[in-house]
């Protein structure tokens, strides 16, 4: 309400109390004097947001009765059309998901329902399994989507031929046009491992997001473009794809340095992930930042390092923010003509990273 007139506070909770059934069709809604005390605002303020109910056929005036609920039911299609553009339903897709209760997807929701106290729209969250997605397609309990959990191409393809109006988070399906906000993944890697060499690391290890994600292509596209600016040899052992977690950090972490060689510089794509490198480090005998050099992803404050993080900020909230805005804009029909938007990411320096000379071989 902060940023929102206070008419158009009063406005938006009376809809949401018809559109829950408190008030049904043929119900009187609270007079201006009532609706005045209830918000503890002025009877002009109330007047106001009483009218524009009745101009978006929410509601009628009628004399004698007051301000009487619409059968939305039996109202035109032209009208149920202007008011799911006047106040959508956005449903929030959860697919699959273990975790709700992981800093990325709370960060998430708190910027889409930041950014939703500005917008005049409902937010419902969905939490589907991946194999019901033609089931709820077709139901379609939403006027839009934002697809928050990365679902295979073959899913989005299929919402797109059916003509969803959505938005992918987090994440783009490269070759199509589909709406997407997600994390500019390719500059984040790049500029890690640039960080990493500028301290002098030659051998720079990556551990990325599980194998076939799209963060994970884009990242070993960037280490590929790294490695050659910088005129590094590949080497493929330096390049693991990782579960998320901290368990799947130590363990594959734990392989590489079982194999005898490892990097003495690692960007993980996750805080977690490196948190668990971290641990099969100091279990081998290796100290950071002294032996080793480790940069994560996410600014996660609980995330258990040992030391302060080194972290590359891919700013969830800003991602939920921007989606929110992209949908309404696509059901409003103002969508932008490019509607691919990229956050570029921030690398937060702390204390997991120091200088070395590579030339020596040491520290």
Request: proline content about 5%.
């Amino acid at each position: 309400m902060e940023n929102s007139p206070v008419y158009r506070h009063i406005k938006d909770v009376l809809r949401e109390e018809i559109r829950q059934g408190k008030y049904k069709p043929g119900d009187r809604l609270p007079s201006s004097n009532e609706l005045a005390a209830m918000f503890g605002t002025s009877r002009n303020t109330s007047v106001k947001a009483l009218t524009e109910l009745v101009f978006e056929g929410v509601a009628s005036a009628m004399k004698g009765s007051g301000t009487v609920v619409n059968d939305l039911n039996a109202a035109s299609g032209a009208l149920r059309r202007k008011l799911r553009k006047e106040c959508p339903d956005i449903g929030l897709l959860l697919a699959d998901l273990d975790d709700l209760n992981h800093p990325y997807i709370a960060r998430v929701l708190q910027g889409i329902s930041g950014r939703a106290k500005t917008l005049s729209c409902t937010i419902r969250i969905f939490c589907i399994r991946n194999a019901s997605i033609g089931e709820f397609v077709k139901q379609r309990p939403f006027d839009g989507l934002i697809v928050i959990t990365e679902l295979p191409d073959s899913s989005v393809l299929y919402m797109k031929q059916q003509k969803v109006p959505f938005v992918l988070l987090g994440n783009d399906l490269a070759g199509e046009e589909v709406a997407s906000v997600a994390n500019d993944s390719f500059s984040g890697v790049f500029e890690a491992m640039r960080y990493l060499h500028g301290l002098g690391h030659r051998r720079i290890g990556v551990l990325s997001g599980p194998s076939g994600r799209s963060v994970t292509a884009c990242g070993y596209l960037a280490y590929r473009q790294m490695l050659q600016e910088f005129g590094l040899a590949e080497d493929e052992c330096f390049f693991k794809a990782s579960d998320w977690g901290e368990e799947a950090g130590y363990e594959v972490f734990g392989r590489l340095l079982k194999s005898g060689r490892h990097p003495t510089a690692l960007f993980a794509f996750e805080d977690y992930i490196a948190c668990g490198a971290i641990r099969a480090a100091k279990e081998a005998g290796l100290r950071v930042p002294e032996d080793l050099s480790v940069i994560g992803c996410g600014n996660y404050t609980d995330a258990p390092s040992g030391i302060p993080l080194t972290t590359v900020e891919p700013f969830c909230g800003e991602l939920g923010a921007k989606s929110l805005e992209l949908i309404t804009a696509i059901l409003k029909g103002k969508a932008p003509p490019d509607r691919k938007i990229f956050v570029k990411p921030l690398l937060i320096e702390r204390e997991s990273c120091r200088k070395t000379d590579h030339r020596k071989g040491k520290k």
